[in-house]
């Protein structure tokens, strides 16, 4: 079992940085891909991004690519999301996750077998 909490969310304005934190406990941490999801009021939950064990592999979403970067420290079990240059269509739910699938697997929600409770994003325009 892997228990993961995020952190981090709240209110921004457009152009407006926030960074979510998502801490683990439970099994080895940095047995795991992490990825971050995020889920808007009426609509399906999407992928972020993921990072594998070692930090070095990445994938992003288009939407957000160029403005988000995950990083993780496995010392300290946690990943982050830093997210730059918000837009309003940036609104959301935001989940960390973790999953031992591995590649393009990691973009899809069904790859993930652990999820926090998610933090709740606002960006206004």
């Known amino acids: 079992q892997v228990q993961l909490v995020e952190s981090g969310g709240g209110l921004a304005q457009a152009g407006d940085s926030l960074r979510l934190s998502c801490a683990a406990s439970g099994r080895s941490f940095s047995d795991y891909v992490m990825g971050w999801f995020r889920q808007a009021t009426g609509k399906e939950r999407e992928f972020v991004g993921s990072?594998?064990?070692?930090?070095?592999?990445?994938y992003y979403a288009t939407s957000v690519k160029g403005r988000f970067t995950i990083s993780r420290d496995n010392a300290k079990n946690t990943v982050s999301l830093q997210m730059n240059s918000l837009k309003p269509e940036d609104t959301a739910v935001y989940f960390c996750a973790a999953t031992a699938r591995h590649g393009v697997a990691t973009m899809t929600t069904g790859a993930y077998s652990y999820w926090g409770q998610g933090t709740q994003v606002t960006v206004s325009s």
């Open positions: 990072v594998n064990e070692n930090g070095g592999i990445f």
